[in-house]
């Protein structure tokens, strides 16, 4: 017996099929993303005009019928709301059809679970840095047993930073990835370092580094503005670390692809002692399965059934961890 | 070259030596260089923050708060002299904190708000408590000068989820008797305290809005 986990909370709609947290299927379908960045209602016709072949493909890859699904997740947020409306609406259909439950996933829990999961890590500090989220965050068990946030971004996630930068600046594809491209070789000038205890933000280091592309030359400007934007999340990092005391440290979502961050945050880890581990790209980049991971836990471990909603502003500690 | 002493505290930035310096008992806080950091970010930080502490540590002595004297500052380092007392979380964990303890922890704070210095983290972990009572503040590191209310009321919250009720009451008493603005800052607390983002972050309860 299966379960089928739907993502849709941003560019990518996909399905995963998951039994007894093995991961049988993950199927995906990104829109491209063009000059003017992500238009919600764009990106969602694009998922409904591929929902049904995503899960069509995640069902016959797993080598499963569709009987053999016993539960379906959706990502409930946080996201685009038009987005995650299609995920949701996929998702409710096919509980409704084959008369089986239906699990309204938190997009940050899936990123933590399915590495948690694949590393076996019992009890890390988790560091989930994407294009909308930014967050430290630990299992707590007061007063209830939740993933506490630790500290967090105090405006806009950091990759969305480095996107925006990239578009400012020209990049082709833009994004982060090809800021770390262009950085290479570069050198240090002066940036705006916010960080206020274990929380940072952003918009000021973006701002002030779009300005620069007038006058200094993009490697340098390129390269100063990702040294010290990975340097505030892992000073907060470091400080949740020994303020916790946890003996792991893991790595996810999608700024967690870039090879510079794990770099630095292996450097940390290793002075404390603790052991590292970042996800495969295939999970920090969304993903179906990582819905279906959480959601088969909820159901094995009797998580009592949530209104099937979305709320684009859902906050992975508010959602009770009953596994 | 002064000696570096012994290891007393070690944080996520600095670690504090007991040492003598001009023949009286000091404590020395180093700034560590971080390896994962790109080498002149880390040397801006490290001597920006070494430089700042200090000066904010002038400024609260000079506003006639309780707080180590400075005695020298070099690149990374901070000189200062040593408080010798009992630790004011020690006391509060063994229930013997006295009222006048907690007045002054108040008084100290309110000093340090009226010379526009919020402090950052003031927990009884970071207060020294004298045997006459009096309340020496301690760790500097993430001190700002800001006139911000926000700020200041942080302070003061972070202190109140240390104490039960009727200490805080005795703390919040040498707050105001010391600060003129402390009613600001104090209906600014509540706000804080009753604003969404603190509440899922520190009770988390309830359960989410309906999209």
Known sequence: ?323 | MVNRGTLMAEGAEAKVYLTRLIGIDAVVKRRLSKRYREEHLDAKLRSERTKSEARIMWIAREAGASVPIVLLVDTHDIYMSRITGAWMAELLRKDIVTDETLEHSGTELGLLHSADIAHGDYTPANIIVKPNDAAFIIDFGLAEITQSTEAKAIDVLLMKRSLNAAQYLAFARGYRNSYKDAKDVLSRLAKVEARGRYKTRTLMTGSEATA
């Open chain 1, 1 to 323: 017996m299966a379960v089928l986990g739907i993502e849709s909370s941003a560019h990518t709609f996909g399905a995963g099929v998951v039994e007894r947290g093995g991961i049988l299927s993950n199927s995906k379908i990104m829109y491209k993303i063009r000059s003017e960045g992500m238009v919600p209602m764009k990106v969602a016709d694009f998922h409904v005009r591929n929902a049904r072949k995503v899960i069509e493909d995640a069902i016959s890859k797993a080598g499963i019928d569709s009987g053999d699904i016993e539960a379906v997740g959706y990502t409930k947020g946080p996201g685009l709301g038009p987005c995650l409306r299609i995920g949701q609406i996929s998702a409710k259909t096919i509980a409704r059809r084959l008369g089986v439950p239906l699990f309204p996933v938190n997009h940050c829990i899936g990123h933590i679970e399915i590495t948690r999961q694949s590393f076996g890590m019992e009890d890390p500090l988790v560091l989930y840095v994407s294009g909308g989220n930014s967050q430290i965050l630990a299992l707590d068990e007061h007063p209830f047993r939740h993933f506490k946030v630790y500290g967090e971004t105090l405006d806009i996630g950091i990759g969305n930073m480095l996107d925006n930068f990239a578009r400012a600046a020209g990049l082709v594809p833009a994004w982060g990835s090809k800021v770390a491209e262009v950085a290479g070789g570069g050198g240090y000038l002066q940036m705006p370092y916010t960080v206020k205890g274990m929380d940072f933000a952003f918009t000021g280091i973006l701002t002030h580094a779009i300005k620069m592309l007038e006058t200094a030359n993009l490697k340098d400007v390129a390269y100063s503005l990702q040294e010290t934007a990975f340097g505030m999340v892992c000073e907060a990092t470091e400080r949740a670390l020994m303020l916790s005391g946890k003996a792991e440290l893991l790595a996810c979502g999608g700024v967690a692809q870039s090879s510079r961050l794990k770099e630095m945050l292996g450097i940390i880890a290793e002075s404390h002692g603790a052991r590292f581990a970042a996800a495969p790209n295939e999970f920090n980049a969304d993903n179906g399965a990582m819905i279906a991971v959480v959601a088969e836990k909820a159901l094995r471990s009797g998580s009592r059934q949530e209104p099937p909603i979305i709320n684009q502003k859902s906050r992975p500690d508010t959602v009770r961890i009953t596994w």
